[in-house]
């Protein structure tokens, strides 16, 4: 668990692994802040961790760009030669 108060925004993030949001200890813990929060004017906002392969999953949303910024320019390119033959 890491926890970060963004006193400017007004916010307390607050950084849950998967083994943290197993934890009763540790979510009866956070539970409890809440209160002590919101009286120094601290949102408290959860982040929890995801389940899935990160690695995997940024390499597959980085192929997907690519592929998808070469279907534009290969679009814009068309578009582009239409333009020139009026």
Not at 26 to 36: D, E, G, M, V
Request: hydrophobic content about 35%.
């Amino acid at each position: 668990m890491e926890l970060h108060a963004n006193e400017a925004l007004g916010f307390m993030e607050v950084w849950l692994s998967n083994d943290d949001q197993k934890n009763e200890a540790r979510l009866a813990w956070l539970k409890s802040q809440y209160p002590i929060w919101n009286a120094q004017k601290l949102k408290p906002v959860i982040y929890y961790s995801g389940h899935e392969d990160l690695y995997e999953n940024t390499l597959a949303l980085l192929k997907y760009n690519r592929k998808r910024s070469a279907e534009k320019e290969i679009e814009r390119e068309r578009n582009e030669q239409g333009m020139s033959l009026s």
